[in-house]
Structures are given as C-alpha cells and as structure tokens.
C-alpha cells in the first residue's frame, strides 16, 4: 500500500456497472438490486458522465404514485421512465488524483454516499464509495507505525529522538523534545497519515 496521502485511485472501485441515458426505469431497479449499490452512473456517447440516478431519485415514483402534491421537480421524475428523466445532474464527481479526505469532503457537503471517478475530460474510470474511502484504516499498525517513524519523524531535524507505536490504529509519540510548542506540528503531522485513528504524546521537555 502507498504511502499518504491515499489518492482515490488506491481505494476505488475499478469495474463499475452503469447505465446509458436510454436506460429504462426498471432496469436501473435491477442493476441496483443485483450489484448491491445504491446508485449508477449515467453515461453518454463513449463514456462520459452526465447524471447519476439513485434509490432516491427512483423513489419519487412511489411516493407521488398517489398524490399531486409536492415538489414539482420530484412529480415530474415520479412521471420519468428512463435514466436520463431520472437522473440528477450535473453528476458530484471526483478525480482519480484526489486525497481520499477530499473524496470525503464532496461526500459530506454533498450528501452522496459514492462519486463516480473520472479523468479530465469526464469519463468514468470507476467510482469510490464511503466504504472504499475507509479502507484506509485497514492498514496494519506495523505498517502506520513504520510510515510515521520514516515520512514524519525521520524528516524533523528532533525525529531521532522520538519514538513511535501504533496500536488499533492509536499512534503513542514518546522522547524528548526542545519545545513544548512543537507538540501541535508533530501531533498534525501524525494524524495525517492514513490510518491513524487517534495521536496520543507522551514526551518530555528538555
């Protein structure tokens, strides 16, 4: 595994089910039942992303299936028979260089569970799931602990005094440092690597 920070490449999903604009209602309903995914990309011509359509876009059917009340824009989808009526667009995408923190962010402010992935001119090259975006914490602890003593402590001219140990994914800094107010710059730089769940400092002062 690379070291941080983590791109989307190292964490996205490479095969990925999609559907053209064409595509009708309830062929969206089956290939999200049959990948257990909770939304697809809508593609164009010979690849590039126009839309998502998700479970809530497709959901507007049932719930005007009795009622003219609402939303104009969620009746008309409720009346909507092919991805292209269904989806929401512009697709929330992300690029494949990213940080997985960025990939997180677009989530978040977003409030999309997964982005498609494209590259610069808006093919798709996969897509990265919140599910994907925790894989980072999956590392083992030799391997945070081994990156935390050679990318962050062994680039600080005060590194070779100060010890390392990651367990469960919580990084104990120990030794002695010249500043007590150094104390937030080592403990940033920790936690910005993959992984780390949680710093804890247990220096002394010279």
């Known amino acids: ?66 009622t003219e009340d609402g939303d104009l824009a969620l009746r008309l989808k409720a009346g909507a028979v092919t991805a292209g009526e269904l989806m929401s667009a512009p697709a929330v995408t992300v690029h494949a260089d990213a940080t997985v923190a960025d990939a997180a962010r677009i989530m978040a402010r977003r409030h999309v569970k997964r982005l498609p992935v494209v590259d610069g001119a808006g093919f798709l090259q996969g897509v990265v799931s919140r599910g994907d975006l925790l894989k980072v914490f999956l590392r ?25 140990s990651v367990t469960d994914g919580v990084a104990t800094l120990g030794g002695s440092l010249p500043d007590r107010g150094l104390e937030p710059v080592i403990a940033r730089a920790v936690r910005a690597v993959e992984g780390v769940v949680d710093v804890r400092l247990e220096l002394t002062h010279r």
Not at 10 to 28: C, I, R, Y
């Open 140 to 164: 083992s602890d030799e391997d945070i602990a081994g990156e935390i003593r050679h990318g962050v402590l062994g680039t600080l001219p005060y590194g070779d005094v100060l010890t390392a």
């Open 1 to 66: 595994m690379p070291g941080s920070p983590y791109t989307v490449s190292d964490v996205m999903t490479h095969t990925v089910v999609a559907v053209g604009s064409e595509a009708l209602f309830k062929e969206v309903v089956e290939l999200l039942d049959q990948w257990k995914v909770s939304a697809l990309p809508v593609l164009a011509g010979e690849g590039r992303v126009v839309g998502v359509v998700s479970e809530a876009d497709l959901l507007a059917k049932e719930e005007f299936r009795d």
